[in-house]
């Protein structure tokens, strides 16, 4: 069967989307991209091949979905070297939330915390 999905970028709002982007490029290595004359202004994050897209709140704060639901992350992104990146974060200042591990779902991950207090799992499934 034909592919049709070929990859999915994170969109996450923000109430202060220079700051959040600021965060990103200083702590995480992302380069940032401004779009904040288009119609529905917006900050496009790189990082090799995964971008985030930064959208702004009407003010309101970010609610996690652990928060919100009781559990569970905002984002996860696939890495196969998650112990140089969870060094590098922590190198940044990155809060990290929960430190390199093996899941008990058979992933291999670590999760760090953002500006805003999104949940973020960097990780992939162990065979």
């Given at each position: 069967?034909?592919?049709?999905?070929?990859?999915?970028?994170?969109?996450?709002?923000?109430?202060?989307?220079i700051?959040?982007?600021?965060?990103?490029?200083?702590?995480?290595?992302?380069k940032?991209?401004?779009?904040?004359?288009?119609?529905?202004?917006h900050i496009?994050?790189?990082r090799?091949?995964t971008?985030?897209i930064?959208?702004?709140?009407n003010?309101?704060?970010v609610?996690p979905n652990?928060?919100l639901?009781?559990?569970?992350y905002d984002?996860?992104?696939i890495t196969?070297?998650?112990?140089?990146?969870?060094k590098?974060?922590k190198?940044?200042?990155?809060?990290?939330?929960?430190p390199l591990?093996?899941?008990?779902?058979q992933?291999?991950?670590?999760?760090?915390?953002?500006?805003?207090?999104r949940?973020?799992?960097?990780?992939?499934k162990v065979?």
């Amino acid at each position: 069967m034909k592919e049709l999905l070929l990859r999915s970028h994170c969109v996450f709002p923000t109430p202060n989307i220079i700051k959040t982007a600021n965060y990103y490029e200083q702590k995480m290595g992302f380069k940032a991209v401004h779009y904040l004359d288009a119609s529905e202004p917006h900050i496009c994050l790189y990082r090799d091949t995964t971008e985030i897209i930064l959208t702004k709140t009407n003010g309101q704060k970010v609610i996690p979905n652990r928060t919100l639901y009781g559990y569970g992350y905002d984002a996860y992104f696939i890495t196969t070297n998650q112990g140089m990146l969870e060094k590098e974060f922590k190198q940044s200042g990155v809060k990290i939330v929960r430190p390199l591990q093996n899941t008990d779902y058979q992933n291999r991950e670590f999760v760090a915390e953002d500006i805003d207090g999104r949940w973020i799992g960097f990780g992939v499934k162990v065979v």
